[in-house]
Structure formats: structure tokens, C-alpha cells
């Protein structure tokens, strides 16, 4: 049984493109290319991008809670 997650990552253009989120990141779901990228289908949702970025620029939702 396959559970969808039902959550949103919603990055801030206080973003400044260090790497560090891309770089912590276990399933490699984010990358950089002149933005930040983020591959929901890849993403577990696990929150070391949050924890390490220092600009407070990426924030995560859960749908059914809106």
C-alpha cells in the first residue's frame, strides 16, 4: 500500500543559493540551477533542509491541515 503524502514545501526568496539544503538532503530532491529546485516526488519530507538553512527560507505544509 503506497500512502501519498499530502504535503507542500514552499521556499522564500529569502533563499540566497547557498547549497547547504541541497547538499543535506538524503534523497537528492533538491537541486540548484540558478533557483532553488525542489522534486516533490523525490522528497520525503523530512525536515534537514529546514533545520540547516540559515536564512529560514524553506518551509514545509501539510495540505490537509489548511
Known amino acids: 500500500m503506497v500512502i501519498k503524502m499530502t504535503y507542500k514545501m514552499s521556499l522564500d526568496l529569502a ?37 540547516v538553512c540559515e536564512e529560514c527560507a524553506i518551509r514545509i505544509y501539510d495540505m490537509e491541515r489548511n
Request: with cysteine; glycine share 6%; hydrophobic share 30%.
Open 15 to 51: 533563499c540566497n543559493l547557498c547549497g547547504d539544503c541541497a547538499d543535506i538532503c538524503p534523497v537528492d530532491a533538491l537541486t540548484i540551477n540558478e533557483q532553488l529546485i525542489h522534486d516533490g516526488e523525490l522528497c520525503t519530507y523530512c525536515e534537514s533542509c529546514i533545520d
